[in-house]
């Protein structure tokens, strides 16, 4: 009978490479700071939530190039630090969370989560001053938004 | 041993079970059997026929892809309409995220002008032909907003309640009434104003 | 005149979304108000002519033809799917049989140009630049587009239920 290689022995070695690889270059040069904002998109000129603010000009203006909502308002911001190898899970409201993957070279792969269910997964650059944003309809033509970029140093 | 199937004569039920066992030929039937139906849903939703033959191209291949999921809890020919509806429906919010809206489409979203219409009687069409008035009625749907449009074809067309609507379109059932009201006052007012416009 | 709430009730009532004790109670009102009845006739006689009067179109393209362009999609489709399982399939046979050797060998590489690396160096994995997008519920779509001059890419996730 041929004998076959115990694949508990392939996984540990494999492991044991990710491990040593993961000491070795986790010095800081590959962590990057992000920012992700739960944002609403509505043509009202107040949001339903008074405690609501406007999102900053600059990115609204951005919003407002590509999409065809008046107003933004910030639901939530989080600022959060991922690390090359470690995914980072972020929640960003109830039912809705992030979770991101540093591949180095401003390379991220983001989950989102509605409900606990992954919804979506992309594979992105990130560079600096560039926006990621997740989006989907809300209720009475509203729309909700997760922005990600790169936190200002 | 089994008989081959007759496939113009065979019913859909026997052309879909072929199909689910990966009969090309029998599924190359249904599609030709029903392929004009799917087609005119795509272009009464999409307004364009190049789009509506590539909507119900895809329509096709996702068919043959699910066919195993078909039970035949509804006919196919109900199955495969609610696959281009969806389809539809995907492209035209493609198409509404990324286009400003005409002041007009917004007054018709925010409502109120449909009040402004005087009933309509008597019958506008009536001593028209009837292929005249199909054409008259396909004319007065293209002046109408797409969601207002979508409306009236989900429920005219396709007999869906208004809840199935909703979920459709992602929106309120007030909404969907509010569209639906506009859209019938909207069409009866159209055809109105071509009659009066005829007899002067 | 009557109020829009009642407009959208006859409207209800036509179309029979309303329970037997609401459509009595507006088919009452409606014999009772000139002004609904004739509103209800024109929501009526609407109904009724586009109920009976879709527009027929045939789809231009002949039937061999637009069969073609079907299967094409389709054996593309299944193509492009067997490849990929046939890449999974290759690599689990690799890992079974060679992949002891190479995880030696790369870690020793590894290891090696690791601690050569200066501080600051970029990592050594890199994606590729395709930016793919996987939506995996049944009942959820998604599309993306970017805005170079806003410098930015949106996903925008659709859900729908049948």
């Not at chain 1, 939530?49 to 989080?78: C, G, M, S």
């Not at chain 1, 991101?100 to 992105?124: A, C, D, H, P, R």
């Not at chain 3, 033809?65 to 046979?93: H, N, P, V």
């Not at chain 3, 949106?154 to 049948?162: F, I, L, P």
């Amino acid at each position: 009978m041929k004998k076959i290689v115990p694949f508990g022995g392939i996984s540990l070695a494999t492991v044991a490479l990710f491990f040593v690889y993961s000491c070795l270059v986790r010095s800081g040069s590959t962590d990057l700071a992000l920012q992700a904002q739960l944002v609403w998109g509505t043509n009202n000129d107040k949001p339903d939530d008074p405690k609501l603010k406007e999102v900053d000009a600059k990115v609204t203006e951005r919003l407002r190039t590509a999409l065809k909502w008046k107003n933004y308002f910030e639901v939530n911001r989080q600022n959060f630090i991922v690390r090359a190898g470690t995914p980072k899970k972020v929640k960003m409201s109830d039912h809705c969370e992030i979770e991101v993957e540093n591949f180095g070279n401003s390379s991220i792969e983001v989950k989102l989560y509605g409900k606990g269910k992954m919804v979506v997964k992309k594979t992105q650059k990130i560079k600096p001053g560039e926006l990621l944003i997740f989006a989907g309809d809300d209720k009475n033509d509203t729309a909700w938004f997760v922005v990600l970029s790169q936190s200002e140093k | 041993m089994s008989r081959k199937l007759d496939y113009p004569s065979a019913a859909d039920d026997a052309l879909v079970k072929a199909a689910q066992k990966a009969d090309m030929q029998a599924f190359e039937e249904l599609v030709a059997r029903h392929r004009d139906k799917i087609y005119a849903r795509a272009v009464s939703m999409m307004r364009n026929e190049e789009e509506a033959a590539d909507l119900s191209q895809e329509a096709w291949v996702k068919a043959w892809q699910r066919l195993k999921q078909f039970q035949g809890e509804a006919s196919f020919v109900t199955w495969m309409t609610r696959i281009i509806i969806n389809l539809c429906l995907d492209q035209l919010r493609k198409q509404k995220r990324l286009r400003a809206e005409s002041i007009e489409q917004l007054d018709e979203e925010l409502g109120g002008v449909e009040r402004q219409m005087p009933v309509v009687t008597p019958n506008p069409t009536e001593r028209m032909e009837r292929g005249e008035l199909r054409q008259r009625i396909d004319e007065a749907l293209g002046k109408l907003s797409c969601e207002h449009r979508t409306v009236l074809i989900l429920h005219e067309f396709e007999e869906l309640e208004y809840k199935e609507i909703a979920k459709r379109m992602q929106c309120s059932i007030g909404t969907v009434m509010s569209r639906l009201f506009y859209a019938r006052r909207k069409i009866a007012a159209l055809l109105a104003g071509w009659k009066r416009e005829e007899l002067r | 005149m009557i109020n829009h709430e009642t407009e959208l009730r006859l409207q209800a009532y036509l179309d029979g979304e309303l329970s037997p004790g609401e459509a009595k109670a507006v088919e009452d009102f409606s014999n009772s108000d000139a002004d609904a009845r004739s509103l209800f006739e024109e929501l009526k006689l609407t109904k009724s002519l586009l109920a009976e009067n879709e527009l027929e179109v045939r789809l231009p393209e002949s039937r061999g033809f637009y069969w073609s362009k079907i299967q094409r999609q389709i054996e593309r489709e299944e193509k492009g799917q067997a490849s990929e399982q046939a890449e999974t399939a290759a690599t689990s046979w690799w890992l079974r049989f060679l992949a002891p050797a190479a995880a030696l060998v790369a870690l020793a590489v590894l290891v090696v140009v690791a601690l050569r690396a200066p501080k600051g160096a970029e990592a050594l994995v890199a994606l590729d630049d395709s930016h793919e997008i996987e939506t995996p519920l049944e009942e959820t779509s998604s599309f993306s587009f970017q805005s170079e001059a806003a410098g930015m890419t949106v996903v925008w996730v659709d859900s729908h239920r049948e």
